[in-house]
């Protein structure tokens, strides 16, 4: 994909290193910020990645301006890769996948008979108030940073939204990226040399450049 463009906003901690997709020694010191977008014309795909948090008090108005671009822009589907904190499930999410779905009513008209039919499980609803009142449910995604609030007003201003998330721990993410990414090429087939579930190898993948140093350049010979 070609990097085409950044969001420009006070809401997020700015930022600034060098490219993290390099592949040569050409594109290396080339400049990445904390929102960019990518583009790839023959798939008509569109990619937002953010890469620093956000100040205090200015999450929900970085939506507005997501929202306000999606609108103006007219993208025929938006999906947001996200995650949840593993350790906050409940009993009901204890059982089964890993992975849940949300679907906004403009998407669900279109891609709701899919999902059932690649055996996705919806984002469950939890008491609102346990112990106290049964009857009163809501969506709750601990962990998923600004996912409910694009997904909640996704809804209300009909934009075709999906979210994909994944119960993660803390630690090391990289299998879980591998995992979701797959998941995502079930329903959309962005990498056609995959079984027939969908999967694609770990070898298939491009890797970014960026990750060899994840955790560190390890331990200095000389401590040894």
């Known amino acids: 994909m070609t990097k085409v463009g950044y969001i420009y906003t006070g809401c997020l901690v700015s930022m600034v290193g060098n490219n993290p997709y390099a592949t040569s020694e050409e594109n290396t010191q080339e400049l990445s910020i904390n929102a960019e977008v990518y583009s790839l014309a023959a798939r008509k795909l569109t990619v937002v990645q953010i890469r620093s948090p956000f100040i205090k008090n200015k999450s929900r108005s970085f939506c507005q301006l997501l929202i306000s671009w999606m609108k103006t822009n007219g993208f025929g589907r938006v999906i947001i890769l996200s995650s949840s904190h593993a350790y906050q499930r409940d009993d009901q999410q204890l059982l089964g996948t890993s992975f ?29 108030y346990p112990g106290i009142s049964e009857t009163e449910k809501r969506t ?83 401590l040894f």
């Open 140 to 222: 709750v995604i601990p962990g998923g940073g600004i996912t409910k609030i694009l997904y909640n007003n996704s809804c209300s201003e009909e934009i075709p939204l999906a979210v994909l998330l994944k119960f993660c721990s803390e630690g090391d993410n990289v299998p879980d990226a591998y995992a979701l990414v797959n998941h995502l090429n079930e329903w959309l087939q962005l990498v056609q040399n995959a079984n027939g579930d969908g999967t694609v190898i770990f070898s298939k993948w491009k890797v970014p450049s960026s990750w060899r140093l994840l955790f560190g350049s390890g331990l200095p010979p000389a």
């Open 100 to 128: 849940r779905y949300l679907l906004t009513p403009a998407l669900q008209s279109t891609v709701g008979d899919l999902m059932q039919k690649l055996n996705w499980k919806e984002m469950e609803q939890m008491v609102t």
